[in-house]
């Protein structure tokens, strides 16, 4: 059977979309340098360990098992590490997804869903953001992602490939069945950030009290990350009925203030959040926030888990369950 390439499938939000993928009754393969991904994210599926940037190991991997589309989430995504490192995002996220766009080209596999981000839009000069907002990244991740989608028409007329960009806004939470769950190193999202405050971490670094906004904390959308996974699989089922390249946001519409997500964190766990009032962060706008009617209006998509209650339910249940991540014993 035909399967589906997930690169950085033993990341967070890939290992999430491949389950999601195994559930919809798809064949996957994992392909992932582990440079930031877990083994034991893979939840036994076939893996394979490779750079993207190595393109005769991506076509060999593609003719192996037959691979009919690819998903691509294998990147670099903390925007403070781009802005001290642009090559080095450069390198991977453009010249390394060029290599998987090489390989599809040269295996004839014709669709591809490319996780891409808000990042993409820059300081938003409105609020909620539509895809027509003016994409004018303000820092080096951004950028890197705002270049493949640009290439991606190109890619198309020359080589016949068809691709979804899926413009996330804040991935978040944990698979509801606590398999899978958020594990960077070190970790640069809010509601691990604080639930490793909680349990004996560094206090948790509030950056600006003095946005406006109700509370003078910034409001970000926080979306579920099996939600993201149901959409891809959606994105996907279009693309290969013969669906016209597109790109969506994907967010919930509905944003949540720092705060917020610090007491809903408390309610949760019971627990006081150790916390900082730290200066703002430059390029850290003060609210963003998705228009996702597109995405739901092409592909029936909505959010299912999308409540910050279950979002923070779902992230404290793994993390309780796998305090060390994957590699930590119970994993
Ligand atoms: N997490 C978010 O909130 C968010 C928001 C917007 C967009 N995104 C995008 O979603 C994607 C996945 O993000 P994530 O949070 O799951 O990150 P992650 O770091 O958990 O996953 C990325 C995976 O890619 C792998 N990888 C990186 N470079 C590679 C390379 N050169 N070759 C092979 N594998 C490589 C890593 O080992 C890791 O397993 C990224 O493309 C990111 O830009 C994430």
Redesign the pocket.
Known sequence: MAAVLV??G?????SHAAKALRRAGREVVL???????HRKAALGAPFVL????DVPRLRETLRRYRVEAVMH?????DVGESVRDPIGYYR?NVA?TLAVLEAMAAESVAAFVL???CAVYGEPERTPIDEEHPARPINAYGET?LAIERALPHVERAYGIRAVSLR?F??AGADPDGELGED?DPEI?LIPRAIEAISGGAPLQVFGSDYPTPDGTCLRDYIHVSDLADAHVAALDALERHGASATYNLGNGRPYSVLEVISSVEEVTGRTVPRQVAARRPGDPAVLCAANAKVKAALGWQPRLGDLRTIVETAWRWHRAHPGGFEGGSG
Do not use: E, Q, V
């Open positions: 690169t950085g033993a990341g967070y939000i890939g392909y992932d340098d582990l440079s930031a991904g490779g750079d993207i940037a989430f294998a990147a670099r995504l991977n390394g996780s891409s981000t992602k996330y804040n991935a960077h999202h």
